[in-house]
């Protein structure tokens, strides 16, 4: 007998039931898919010798992947397909974190879903988790084995029983898939390195240095600092390996159809196991041509739009992520283009706005965030942005040179400060970082430093001064708000929920030491956080606050990612001001960037709320009483309002 939900294959290749007792066939699946999957893939592998065998390796992948697919996957898809855009809600929030470093391994997380759900979190992204190297790790981006998890963080036991703990707190995991590249450890390259061909095909590998020095001239270096040019010599095999990013990482060769599949059952394997969000780590980089810049290629958006087709089919519960941190024009493609709008990425990180933020912070003016909105509005419906304030990677300044020239700014120099000043080599900074992979000959550099520290709270704290220490804590409080409300899922960074500043242990580390953004990736000690429970603490205002921001977002659907947002119109250049709507319901979101109190007049809420007498302030828990446009209202110094009108 088949109880409902229940997964039974009646055919193991063919057929099984999916949610309920209805029969889904694999071949009635793949054939609303097989013609646009077909010329994807005859567009990249069009002549190749590997071409018509790979091609059944595809489907067999596709096919095995939906007959295993658990009955509680095949009832959480549905339950998703019937919400119709579950990844848009307002009720996802987010947070990133590293296993070993949040709370010493998998079950160590596990024991701490209680404290991520009281804040409000119901989306957990573990940073990578499967086996790498440690001394040559790239923070878990160097993989050596897609399908073990590496023994620091525990067993494949301990993951399952963290999702299956998850599944019943109604909350969604995120993991990490690393296409562009393996560890030099992986097994291919091991077999690579002792001169089997099949697996050299793999990699990009060359026996002298004629094409890597063309493609070398080309390529802009991704590390200048610690890992010059973008490949590297193997002495085993006397040959050169394309390492875009660091020596030990080989980049995988795409235009051999083996990888593709072979990368695409890892991506299967991972939704299967139960992940809601797949990240998909530097898809920009995932074909390579003589004479481009290997980058944002049309074949890599050919990729990831076969990927999302093979995922409909098999696992369509599964949401892909692409993790292109990439100038604007660029980042909106990953939704799709064209006939494939809304059918690349589900999510993109809303890096630009990111940057942008840090941008008003540090100058305390919105213009050039303004400007940008126009370009980035354009996002497809249906896709959604990853929003937030800070993430384990570097802080890059990659908004447009147009948009902060539009705003009266010398593009260079406008970098410029905004290196100095979250360096805090700029005079009277309060900023606690440091610059990353600087670039000596274009001066071009990213900015590292944790959410608390580039706020000012290392200085303010360090230096005793309750002042500036309240300051410190409005401007985190500010900059978290402005990225949970503005449209998208929210993904906190753990540990600025409760301020952690720069963590200079990695100085000691030989693994680490060449890589400050391990100052931005503390290591939790739970004392410090325990003390959330003692009221004026630093750590008990920012957890509180963050609380309180993230359950005003989920009361209230506006808040879902539905392309319904209206940026305000004001003159006030210290002002972020943007409209959040759903039917009748209206919320106004309100942002002061700048040191001093703005008064502002009651008319930036009439064109939108016309009959409305009085507005309530969220975020305040204020009633104020509606004036004439003559009259003025306060929003104190990095202070906000989300508010509605009555």
């Given at each position: 007998m088949i109880e409902p939900g229940a997964a039974e294959l009646t055919d193991p290749n063919t057929t099984l039931y999916r949610g309920d007792n209805t029969?889904?066939?694999?071949?009635?699946?793949?054939?609303?898919?097989?013609?646009?999957?077909?010329?994807?893939?005859?567009?990249?592998?069009?002549?190749?010798?590997?071409?018509?065998?790979?091609?059944?390796?595809?489907?067999?992948?596709?096919?095995?992947?939906?007959?295993?697919?658990?009955?509680?996957?095949?009832?959480?898809?549905?339950?998703?397909?019937?919400?119709?855009?579950?990844?848009?809600?307002?009720?996802?929030?987010?947070?990133?974190?590293?296993?070993?470093?949040?709370?010493?391994?998998?079950?160590?997380?596990?024991?701490?879903?209680?404290?991520?759900?009281?804040?409000?979190?119901?989306?957990?992204?573990?940073?990578?988790?499967?086996?790498?190297?440690?001394?040559?790790?790239?923070?878990?981006?160097?993989?050596?084995?897609?399908?073990?998890?590496?023994?620091?963080?525990?067993?494949?036991?301990?993951?399952?029983?963290?999702?299956?703990?998850?599944?019943?707190?109604?909350?969604?995991?995120?993991?990490?898939?690393?296409?562009?590249?393996?560890?030099?450890h992986h097994e291919w390259a091991l077999k690579a390195k002792k001169g089997e061909s099949k697996y050299q095909e793999y990699y990009y590998m060359y026996e002298d240095r004629t094409i890597p020095d063309k493609m070398d001239q080309t390529m802009p270096e991704?590390?200048?600092?610690?890992?010059?040019?973008?490949?590297?010599?193997?002495?085993?095999?006397?040959?050169?390996?394309?390492?875009?990013?660091?020596?030990?990482?080989?980049?995988?060769?795409?235009?051999?159809?083996?990888?593709?599949?072979?990368?695409?059952?890892?991506?299967?394997?991972?939704?299967?196991?139960?992940?809601?969000?797949?990240?998909?780590d530097a898809p920009a980089f995932i074909w390579k041509e003589i004479g481009t810049n290997c980058q944002n290629l049309p074949q890599a958006h050919e990729i990831l739009r076969l990927i999302k087709h093979c995922v409909q089919i098999a696992t369509p519960g599964m949401t892909l992520l692409g993790e292109a941190i990439v100038a604007p024009k660029e980042i909106m493609k990953y939704f799709g283009e064209g006939a494939y709008s809304a059918r690349e990425c589900d999510f993109a990180y809303n890096a630009t706005l990111m940057a942008l933020q840090w941008d008003a912070l540090a100058t305390g003016k919105t213009q050039i965030m303004r400007n940008a909105q126009l370009q980035l509005s354009s996002k497809p419906l249906g896709a959604s942005w990853i929003s937030y304030t800070r993430c384990h990677d570097d802080i890059g300044l990659g908004f447009s040179d147009e948009d902060i020239s539009k705003s009266g700014f010398d593009p260079y120099l406008h970098r410029k400060f905004l290196q100095e000043y979250y360096a805090g080599s700029y005079a009277d900074s309060p900023a606690a970082g440091a610059l990353f992979s600087v670039n000596p000959r274009t001066n071009d550099a990213r900015i590292s430093g944790t959410l608390a520290s580039l706020c000012g709270l290392e200085k303010a704290f360090n230096a005793n001064d309750t002042i500036a220490i309240q300051r410190s804590i409005d401007k985190i409080l500010l900059m978290q708000a402005h990225s949970f409300f503005i449209g998208g899922l929210p993904m906190l960074f753990y540990g600025d929920e409760v301020g952690y500043t720069n963590d200079y242990g990695y100085l000691a580390d030989l693994s680490k030491s060449y890589d400050n953004r391990w100052m931005h990736r503390p290591v939790i000690d739970w004392l410090k956080n325990d003390r959330i429970h003692k009221i004026g603490t630093i750590e008990s205002n920012l957890y509180y606050g963050t609380r309180h921001l993230l359950s005003i977002r989920q009361k209230f659907t506006s808040f879902a990612d539905l392309n319904n947002i209206i940026w305000l119109p004001n003159e006030n250049i210290h002002l972020s001001a943007y409209l959040r709507y759903e039917q009748d319901q209206k919320i106004f979101c309100l942002f002061n960037f700048s040191a001093h109190a703005l008064y502002l007049s009651w008319y930036i809420f009439k064109e939108h709320a016309e009959e409305g007498e009085v507005l309530f302030d969220h975020w305040g828990g204020e009633a104020m009483v509606i004036g004439p446009d003559q009259e003025w209202f306060k929003i104190s110094a990095y202070g906000m309002m989300i508010a509605e009108v009555k």
């Open positions: 029969i889904v066939d694999i071949e009635y699946v793949w054939a609303s898919h097989q013609i646009e999957i077909r010329q994807i893939y005859d567009t990249l592998y069009n002549d190749h010798p590997y071409q018509t065998a790979c091609w059944h390796l595809l489907y067999q992948s596709i096919s095995k992947a939906f007959s295993s697919r658990a009955a509680a996957l095949n009832k959480k898809d549905k339950l998703k397909a019937q919400s119709k855009g579950w990844h848009l809600s307002n009720n996802l929030a987010g947070i990133s974190l590293y296993v070993d470093r949040f709370n010493k391994d998998i079950k160590g997380i596990c024991s701490k879903l209680d404290y991520l759900q009281h804040l409000g979190i119901n989306v957990l992204h573990l940073m990578p988790i499967f086996q790498s190297p440690p001394a040559e790790s790239d923070g878990g981006y160097a993989v050596s084995d897609f399908r073990k998890v590496d023994p620091r963080f525990g067993t494949s036991a301990d993951l399952e029983l963290l999702i299956e703990e998850m599944n019943k707190r109604g909350m969604y995991l995120m993991l990490d898939i690393v296409l562009n590249h393996t560890s030099h991704i590390f200048p600092e610690s890992s010059p040019g973008s490949f590297t010599y193997i002495k085993e095999c006397n040959q050169w390996v394309m390492t875009v990013f660091h020596s030990y990482q080989w980049d995988l060769n795409f235009k051999n159809p083996r990888v593709l599949v072979e990368m695409l059952d890892h991506i299967l394997y991972y939704a299967n196991l139960g992940v809601d969000i797949l990240r998909i």
